[in-house]
Nanobody, 120 residues
């Protein structure tokens, strides 16, 4: 099992920045991909960014490219999301996600979410 705990959300003015953190525990060594998703009120959860834990390959949603940066610290089993130039439309609950790949299929794990609210 993998446990994920997010932190770093809050209320920020438009144009500001935040850094979200997600600490993994349990069988964190087995995680292949970590990432961030977000869900705004009345909308579906959407991918924000992912990073592979070993090679560090990243992937971003088009809507956040250039403003969001995902990174990881394998020694701390932690993934970060640096958010710059925040916009009101970035307001959402941000969820940390971890995927463990295996021969029989993959397993997905989610954190409890952290609220990001951007005021205009």
């Amino acid at each position: 099992q993998v446990q994920l705990v997010e932190s770093g959300g809050g209320l920020v003015q438009a144009g500001g920045s935040l850094r979200l953190s997600c600490a993994a525990s349990g069988i964190a060594f087995a995680i292949d991909i970590m990432g961030w998703y977000r869900q705004a009120p009345g909308k579906q959860r959407e991918l924000v960014a992912t990073i592979t834990t070993r090679a560090g390959n990243t992937n971003y949603a088009d809507s956040v490219k250039g403003r969001f940066t995902v990174s990881r610290d394998n020694a701390k089993n932690t993934v970060y999301l640096q958010i710059e130039s925040l916009k009101p439309e970035d307001t959402a609950v941000y969820y940390c996600h971890a995927k463990v790949l295996g021969i029989g299929g993959s397993r997905d794990y989610w954190g409890q979410g952290t609220q990001v609210t951007v005021s205009s």
